[in-house]
């Protein structure tokens, strides 16, 4: 049964550094998105993928984030200048169309801002 | 605005006891509503879903919920537990139409005792 795959499934990295983490769709999908889960706290949306463009985002995605499609594998997720209160797990999912249809969630990404 | 409440982050049944795991929502739009379940190191998995149609649905693992506008309500039960159903269990909502993205509640940690 096809998966969503993400990669790494944990990153350490120091405040202020640069982080991508990334994401392989399921490869008939045409929706991609990003949602994250602060330990103890409710997975939250940050941002939906449409077309080769975002077609929502949440107060979340801030300057600092940005995703990107680089291939027609891949899906990305960049934030520039992490800061302690990124630290989360990163959820990537897709769907194939529409609201009616059901988010494939991936594994997730445990990352750690030090 | 959306909102999903779940009563009790977390709930223990007997193996072979009724499985009842209670979520309420906020809509301003009449909603496609989900639970979703994650498995430890596991990314989120689709147990069921409400979009149209009868308001009682059975999912995967022998799941169903039933759709209560009146009440706001999508609970999730399952008449007899199995010491596999232990589990983190997550309802989530969207507005019908063209949004997709989903919010989340709380969840709920099922613990299932021998």
């Known amino acids: 049964e096809p998966e969503v795959t993400q990669t790494p499934s944990h990153q350490v990295t120091q405040m202020g550094q640069e982080v991508i983490l990334r994401c392989v769709p399921i490869?008939?999908?045409?929706?991609f998105y990003w949602y994250r889960q602060i330990l103890g706290q409710k997975v939250e949306f940050l941002v939906s993928?449409?077309?080769?463009?975002?077609?929502?985002k949440s107060e979340i995605f801030d300057d600092q984030f940005s995703v990107e499609r680089p291939d027609g594998s891949n899906f990305t997720l960049k934030i520039r200048s992490t800061k302690l209160e990124d630290s989360a797990m990163y959820f990537c999912?897709?769907?194939?169309?529409?609201?009616?249809?059901?988010?494939?969630f991936g594994p997730g990404t445990r990352l750690t801002v030090t | 605005a959306q909102s999903v409440t779940q009563l009790g982050s977390h709930v223990s049944v007997s193996e072979g006891a009724l499985v009842l795991l209670r979520c309420n929502y906020s809509?301003?739009?009449?909603?496609?509503l989900f639970w979703y379940v994650q498995y430890p190191n596991q990314g989120l998995q689709l147990l069921l879903k409400?979009?149209?149609?009868?308001?009682l649905v059975k999912g995967i693992n022998g799941f169903e919920a039933e759709f209560k506008k009146s009440e706001t309500s999508f609970h999730l039960t399952k008449p007899s537990a199995h010491m596999s159903d232990a589990a983190e269990y997550f309802c989530?909502?969207?507005?019908?139409?063209?949004?997709?993205?989903?919010?989340f509640g709380s969840g709920t940690q099922l613990t299932v005792l021998p």
């Open positions: 999912a897709s769907s194939k169309q529409g609201a009616k249809v059901e988010q494939y």
């Open positions: 490869s008939n999908h045409l929706y």
């Open positions: 993928f449409y077309n080769n463009e975002i077609s929502e």
């Open positions: 809509s301003s739009v009449p909603p496609y």
């Open positions: 409400y979009t149209t149609g009868a308001t």
């Open positions: 989530a909502v969207t507005p019908s139409g063209s949004a997709r993205q989903l919010t």
